[in-house]
């Protein structure tokens, strides 16, 4: 018995050294495996991923090929080439690694899927007519909210963090609009699952990386268990162009023959991908201008024109919001700062990737390929001047249109910041988010006087385990108070 464990384990040992031991082949990118054996540059990429890769970049070039626990992924940098990633969905596959994290963060299991479908489907419902129709579904809610959160008490200051202030109001109301059928009891829902979904939240990379203790384990279970419940599956509509985009989903599901308690794991992640990005965005655009006084005035000055455009006091009409290229710069500025997702694709076949500069490299099948535009374009010195500062105007021309020409290497950029990645998965619902980004800061500034408590307060530094998760989350809040101006 003792003989066929030892030999069991030095037959699994010798496996494991064969399967690290890869070794770079010439045409192949170069490869860094890190010193731990199988684990690789797993704990550096997790801490701050935005720190590793800016080292691997000075130590190896715009592509590399780094091992994190057992996948070995390369690293594309030069924005220049990013369309030899982005322009080959067939062999670059978006939904493998979509599924891998669908799997570990939300439990949730869609094996034959059907993608295009749920794209089509929300495609229809988040452009033209229907994107007008919720945005203003969006705007009443924010309004809604924002009175009922006010009405306790017109007179005296409320204090709270910048960043639970926004994301709660934003994901309540975005919540509202998307998951809020007739049935649900429509503040106290969207205030439960809130707050249930703030601790979710809190886990999120860590449940993505594999890297939860044992209390966080029972945590996410249980957090998990109440999100399920709390997300009513809404019933569908009479006629199928009458369904909300959430029927319509549903209803692909049920066709699929996806059961009832994977449908409302479903709901949560799309929960998450609706709803967690943009409460930080607004966070973020905020608190640059609360630190900012010189753009705060700009943005004013902009919104307080529409406002008289539209000979209203307060609320210009959807329409006259499409015309505003400072508020554009300010969240584009914002954006380039914070917006920080991997894009990741899995190789299906080996293939040989072209850069811009007309070297090749070869990448082989069953390893990933990430893209990550934070440290380039969007923090990259030789494209943005000072990128580490927050400049308001950093996409305007000197005539106050928008500015869109950026270069490197002497070439003008196609990419010059990407937060909503590119191609055939680039975020469909980026115009709903910008639409709810831009009423939100809208309301708030006209309808609130909105301090710092500490004048002086400086912005609080990022959460670095967030790189590679979408919009970056602070390390701590910034203490504001506000209270109502006027009537509303
Ligand atoms: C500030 C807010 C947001 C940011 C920064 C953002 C960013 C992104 C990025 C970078 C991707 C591409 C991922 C990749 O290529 O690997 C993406 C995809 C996606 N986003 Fe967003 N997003 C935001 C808000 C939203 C909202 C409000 C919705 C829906 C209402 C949404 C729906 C989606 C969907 C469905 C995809 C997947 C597209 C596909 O499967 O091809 N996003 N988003």
Known sequence: MIWTTLLLFHGVLVLFLILSNRS?????????????????????????????????KLKH?????????????????????????????????????????????????????????????????????????????????????????????????????????????????????????????????SSAVYKEFRVFDSLLTKMARNTLNPEEKRTTSSVRQRLWRLLSLAPPGKKAEDSTWLQSYLQHLQEEGVEEEMQRRAMLLQVWATQGNVGPTAFWLL?????????????????????????????????????????????????????????????????????????????????????FPYISPQMDPEIHK????????????????????????????????????AGKNVCVGRHFAISSIKQFVFTVLTVLDLEMCDPDSAMPKVNASRYGFGVLQPETDLDIRYKLRGVF
Not at 149 to 155: G, P, V, Y
Not at 392 to 397: C, D, I, S, T, V
Not at 398 to 405: L, P, R, Y
Request: with cysteine; proline share 5%.
């Open 287 to 371: 608190g640059f201008l609360l630190t900012n006084p010189e753009a705060m005035n700009a943005v004013k000055r902009e919104f307080n024109g529409l406002s008289l455009q539209a000979d209203l006091p307060q609320r210009p009409p959807l329409d006259k919001f499409q015309n505003t290229p400072v508020f554009d710069s300010v969240l584009n500025e914002t954006l380039r700062l914070t917006a920080a997702p991997f894009i990741t694709r899995e190789v299906l076949h080996s293939k040989t990737l072209r850069m811009a500069d007309g070297q090749e490299y070869d990448i082989r099948r069953g390893d990933r390929v990430c893209l």
């Open 61 to 189: 070039g715009d592509i590399f090929t780094v091992r994190v626990a057992g996948h070995y992924v390369t690293v594309l940098l030069d924005p220049n080439s990013y369309d030899a990633v982005l322009q080959d969905p067939v062999t670059l596959d978006f939904t493998r690694y979509a599924q891998v994290l669908m799997q570990r963060i939300f439990s949730l299991s869609l094996p034959n899927h059907n993608t295009s479908t749920e794209k089509a489907l929300m495609r229809r419902h988040f452009q033209g007519e229907s994107l007008a129709c919720l945005n203003s579904i969006m705007e009443g809610n924010l309004q809604a909210l924002l009175r009922s959160e006010m009405l306790q008490d017109k007179a005296n200051w409320k204090q709270d963090g910048l960043f639970n202030f926004c994301y709660s109001l934003l994901f309540r109301a975005g919540y509202l609009t998307l998951f809020g059928g007739e049935h649900n009891n429509h503040d106290r829902d």
């Open 386 to 421: 000072e990128p580490e500062k927050f400049k308001y105007n950093r996409f305007l021309n000197a005539d106050g249109s928008e500015k869109n020409d950026f270069y490197k290497g002497g070439k003008r950029l196609k990419y010059y910041t990407m937060p909503w990645g």
């Open 24 to 56: 770079r082949s010439k045409k192949e990118p170069p490869l860094d495996k890190g010193i731990i054996p199988w684990l690789g540059h797993a704990l550096d990429f997790g801490k701050d991923a935005a720190k590793f890769l800016t080292r691997m």
